[in-house]
């Protein structure tokens, strides 16, 4: 590709160069997205069409040049090099860097959440196969704009410490890296919506818009992309000439008026798109040099230990889903179906420590977590590399929650000696350990040492604060007005205390599993762990006055797996948590073909409303042209011919829905 300096705008591709472009991309082995995508992403096109498209025997094809073959998340993705309009692209909303400005639906009570992010699928075609092509359902084409407009502004706000103004940079230097994006679909009550969001370049894509004066919403939503480029680029071509300096904005402008891309047009795998080109995203924001946020960093590398797993088969999709915060805890086999608000996020957050901590004998998890974690190989696991493992168990389970808490909480939960050899845990659920920790020490321990801090961080009762003079200021209790000095104390001395008041401790564990369900704030407890029969809430404040610090009894040392070899002594070793699905029932089956019956009866629904509309537009444009009548005889008796073929075979096929020996309804 070409990098010739610009003097002007280019003109944008006409429909029919769209078309051709379109067609000779369906041609070509390899590209699977679908048709919709791909119009609107060449809209953009700012380049000669005969340098994308080759012709063999007679049929045009994309360049094999311009193709490249690329393997993230485990899985292999085209990528189709092309230059395009500097205002093509959208922001993503499911950037890592801003993750914890979203609700997940990892959290059993986000259903109210102002921002919640809806589970993202894949796109499938008329016929229900999966495209290169991620979808969306929204409630409405404004709340799409609103949450890729706050995508854009949360971009300011999670730059890290970046070390020169991107936007001057565009303008003197031009953008040198090409953006990657890929095609995402928002379903609305108004239609669909096709945008091409920037998975890596979301900064560079904002500055562009924001240098070109462009709304990347109203491009969104324009009902003819092409006129909208048109009269944009006639705007900016004027402006060009009025200027008269090589400073002046529009000139400046022009560094980035047409820039390099790449677009994800084909998967090996599409129900794994979105995992392929989030890894991307993810690498870029482990070991990030602005500096992320730690909550946003250190989900990035849970989820890239996850990743890890899933492509070599430890776990589904489904518990990918479900550990990585894209899809609900009730997808989960283990999952109780009435399950509450406290046991699904206990059960996710036990299963990220099993992964986090996989059992000696475990020699599949146990290689691929150091390496993801990047330990070195032949090094015993010390006290760094579980601080940073605990780190991002941290911040991964906080996804189940309304806010993310300081993934330092769980520091020193987990010893070094139980990293090694792996966490044994009872198999108990949260709530089951709460019905008998007043009596059983080991159920005790296991809510002090692996739920305790969470909790308190959720409820904010108790922080990682290590100490600071800047850290002190805190909520204030009893109506008291400003702030309040707290205890410098880290979460240690928090759970000694609370191990020091064992029924207080049991008291107020169980009021915060009750104040999860309720969607509360916990209650104040006494001495006898009963709730506060007036309703105080606990705060900070209180909480250190009930706990005091440097009062506490140091927590036991956790009984840790023993070798393979050595017989298990204490409390029961820790069982895989993931195991083989058992084959489907006929019950199952029956439920799943159903459900597929339903999926095609709606898909043809859609498809019979979108006939209408064609046929009814057809009619209007031949009208408009003269055309009388719109169809010849012979097409339009074909046509009604094999739509009633079809409806005959639609009333045939439905009516082995019917109970045997019932006939037909009058």
Same mark, same amino acid.
């Given at each position: 590709?070409?990098?010739?300096? #610009? %003097?002007?705008? +280019?003109?944008?591709?006409?429909?029919?160069?769209?078309?051709?472009?379109?067609?000779?991309?369906?041609?070509?082995?390899?590209?699977?997205? +679908?048709?919709?995508?791909?119009?609107?992403?060449?809209?953009?096109?700012?380049?000669?069409?005969?340098?994308?498209?080759?012709?063999?025997?007679?049929?045009?094809?994309?360049?094999?040049?311009?193709?490249? /073959?690329?393997?993230?998340?485990?899985?292999?993705?085209?990528?189709?090099?092309?230059?395009?309009?500097? %205002?093509?692209?959208?922001?993503?909303?499911? &950037?890592?860097?801003?993750? $914890?400005?979203?609700?997940? +639906?990892?959290?059993?009570?986000?259903?109210?959440?102002?921002?919640?992010?809806?589970?993202?699928?894949?796109?499938?075609?008329?016929?229900?196969?999966?495209?290169?092509?991620?979808?969306?359902?929204?409630?409405?084409?404004?709340?799409?704009?609103?949450?890729?407009?706050?995508?854009?502004?949360? #971009?300011?706000?999670?730059?890290?410490?970046?070390?020169?103004?991107?936007?001057?940079?565009?303008?003197? &230097?031009?953008?040198?890296?090409?953006?990657?994006?890929?095609?995402?679909?928002?379903?609305?009550?108004?239609?669909?919506?096709?945008?091409?969001?920037?998975?890596?370049?979301?900064?560079?894509?904002?500055?562009?818009?924001?240098?070109?004066?462009?709304?990347?919403?109203?491009?969104?939503?324009?009902?003819?992309?092409?006129?909208?480029?048109?009269?944009?680029?006639?705007?900016? &071509?004027?402006?060009?000439?009025?200027?008269? /300096?090589?400073?002046?904005?529009?000139?400046?402008?022009?560094?980035?008026?047409?820039?390099?891309?790449?677009?994800?047009?084909? %998967?090996?795998?599409?129900?794994?798109?979105?995992?392929?080109?989030?890894?991307?995203?993810?690498?870029?924001?482990?070991?990030?040099?602005?500096?992320?946020?730690? /909550?946003?960093?250190?989900?990035?590398?849970?989820?890239?230990?996850?990743?890890?797993?899933?492509?070599?088969?430890?776990?589904?999709?489904?518990?990918?889903?479900?550990?990585?915060?894209?899809?609900?805890?009730?997808?989960?086999?283990?999952?109780?179906?009435?399950?509450?608000? %406290?046991?699904?996020?206990?059960?996710?957050?036990?299963?990220?420590?099993?992964?986090?901590?996989?059992?000696?004998?475990?020699?599949?998890?146990?290689?691929?977590?150091?390496?993801?974690?990047?330990?070195?190989?032949?090094?015993?696991?010390?006290?760094?590399?579980?601080?940073?493992?605990?780190?991002?168990?941290?911040?991964?389970?906080?996804?189940?929650?309304?806010?993310?808490? &300081?993934?330092?909480?769980?520091?020193?939960?987990?010893?070094?000696?139980?990293?090694?050899?792996?966490?044994? #845990?009872?198999?108990?659920?949260?709530?089951?350990?709460?019905?008998?920790?007043?009596?059983?020490?080991?159920?005790?321990?296991?809510?002090?040492?692996?739920?305790?801090?969470?909790?308190?961080?959720?409820?904010?009762?108790?922080?990682?604060?290590?100490?600071?003079?800047?850290?002190?200021?805190?909520?204030?209790?009893?109506?008291?007005?400003?702030?309040?000095?707290?205890?410098?104390?880290?979460?240690?001395?928090?759970?000694?205390?609370?191990?020091?008041?064992?029924?207080?401790?049991?008291?107020?564990?169980?009021?915060?599993?009750?104040?999860?369900?309720?969607?509360?704030?916990?209650?104040?407890?006494?001495?006898?762990?009963?709730?506060?029969?007036?309703?105080?809430?606990?705060?900070?404040?209180?909480?250190?006055?009930?706990?005091?610090?440097?009062?506490?009894?140091?927590?036991?040392?956790?009984?840790? $797996?023993?070798? +393979?070899?050595?017989?298990?002594?204490?409390?029961?070793?820790?069982?895989?948590?993931?195991?083989?699905?058992?084959?489907?029932?006929?019950?199952?089956?029956?439920?799943?073909?159903?459900?597929?019956?339903?999926?095609?009866?709606?898909?043809?629904?859609?498809?019979?409303?979108?006939?209408?509309?064609?046929?009814?537009?057809?009619? /209007?444009?031949?009208?408009?042209?003269?055309?009388?009548?719109?169809?010849?005889?012979?097409?339009?008796?074909?046509?009604?011919?094999?739509?009633?073929?079809?409806?005959?075979?639609?009333?045939?096929?439905?009516?082995?829905?019917?109970?045997?020996?019932?006939?037909?309804?009058?």
């Amino acid at each position: 590709m070409t990098d010739q300096p #610009l %003097c002007r705008y +280019p003109d944008p591709p006409t429909p029919d160069t769209i078309d051709r472009l379109v067609e000779a991309a369906l041609a070509t082995d390899g590209i699977n997205a +679908p048709r919709e995508a791909l119009t609107a992403a060449f809209a953009y096109i700012a380049e000669p069409i005969d340098l994308l498209i080759t012709d063999e025997r007679g049929r045009e094809r994309i360049n094999p040049a311009r193709l490249r /073959s690329v393997r993230a998340g485990g899985e292999a993705a085209l990528e189709l090099s092309v230059r395009l309009f500097g %205002c093509a692209g959208s922001t993503w909303e499911r &950037n890592e860097r801003n993750d $914890t400005c979203w609700a997940s +639906p990892a959290d059993p009570a986000s259903a109210t959440a102002k921002w919640l992010l809806p589970p993202i699928d894949v796109w499938r075609g008329p016929t229900g196969e999966p495209t290169a092509a991620l979808s969306t359902t929204m409630t409405s084409i404004g709340r799409a704009v609103e949450v890729i407009g706050r995508a854009s502004d949360l #971009l300011a706000e999670g730059d890290g410490r970046r070390g020169y103004d991107l936007t001057a940079d565009l303008l003197l &230097n031009g953008q040198e890296d090409p953006c990657l994006l890929v095609a995402q679909n928002y379903r609305t009550p108004e239609g669909d919506f096709w945008a091409w969001p920037t998975v890596k370049g979301n900064n560079r894509t904002k500055s562009r818009h924001q240098i070109l004066q462009t709304d990347q919403t109203a491009l969104l939503t324009a009902s003819d992309v092409t006129t909208a480029l048109q009269l944009w680029t006639a705007e900016r &071509n004027a402006e060009l000439e009025q200027a008269d /300096s090589d400073e002046h904005p529009a000139r400046l402008a022009l560094q980035v008026a047409v820039v390099d891309a790449r677009l994800v047009v084909g %998967c090996t795998k599409p129900e794994l798109l979105y995992q392929t080109v989030q890894a991307g995203n993810r690498r870029d924001h482990i070991h990030a040099n602005l500096g992320f946020t730690a /909550s946003n960093q250190d989900r990035a590398i849970g989820r890239r230990v996850l990743e890890e797993y899933r492509a070599t088969g430890i776990i589904d999709d489904t518990a990918f889903g479900v550990l990585a915060g894209d899809l609900p805890i009730t997808r989960l086999r283990e999952c109780r179906r009435d399950a509450g608000v %406290c046991e699904q996020r206990d059960l996710r957050c036990m299963l990220l420590l099993a992964q986090f901590f996989p059992v000696a004998g475990d020699n599949r998890r146990r290689p691929l977590i150091r390496k993801a974690m990047a330990e070195p190989q032949g090094e015993t696991l010390n006290s760094q590399h579980t601080t940073e493992r605990l780190r991002a168990y941290s911040a991964l389970c906080s996804v189940s929650w309304p806010e993310a808490w &300081n993934p330092r909480v769980d520091d020193k939960t987990v010893p070094v000696i139980n990293a090694r050899a792996g966490v044994a #845990l009872s198999g108990k659920s949260a709530v089951e350990l709460l019905a008998i920790a007043h009596k059983d020490d080991d159920a005790f321990d296991e809510l002090i040492r692996y739920r305790a801090p969470q909790w308190l961080a959720a409820f904010k009762l108790a922080d990682a604060d290590r100490g600071s003079m800047g850290a002190q200021a805190n909520r204030s209790g009893d109506g008291i007005l400003g702030p309040s000095t707290r205890a410098r104390r880290g979460i240690p001395d928090v759970l000694a205390a609370m191990n020091a008041r064992r029924a207080q401790a049991v008291g107020l564990l169980r009021e915060m599993a009750e104040a999860m369900e309720e969607g509360r704030g916990p209650r104040r407890v006494d001495a006898f762990g009963n709730p506060d029969g007036a309703g105080k809430p606990a705060d900070q404040a209180w909480f250190d006055d009930a706990f005091p610090k440097g009062t506490g009894l140091r927590l036991p040392r956790p009984p840790y $797996t023993a070798s +393979p070899s050595a017989p298990a002594v204490g409390r029961q070793v820790q069982q895989p948590l993931f195991r083989a699905a058992p084959p489907p029932s006929d019950r199952e089956l029956a439920d799943t073909k159903k459900a597929g019956v339903r999926y095609l009866l709606n898909q043809i629904e859609s498809l019979t409303k979108d006939l209408v509309t064609r046929i009814d537009d057809a009619r /209007s444009h031949a009208v408009a042209a003269g055309m009388s009548p719109t169809w010849e005889a012979n097409e339009s008796e074909r046509l009604n011919v094999q739509a009633g073929n079809i409806v005959e075979s639609l009333k045939h096929a439905v009516e082995g829905t019917r109970p045997p020996g019932e006939g037909p309804r009058g």
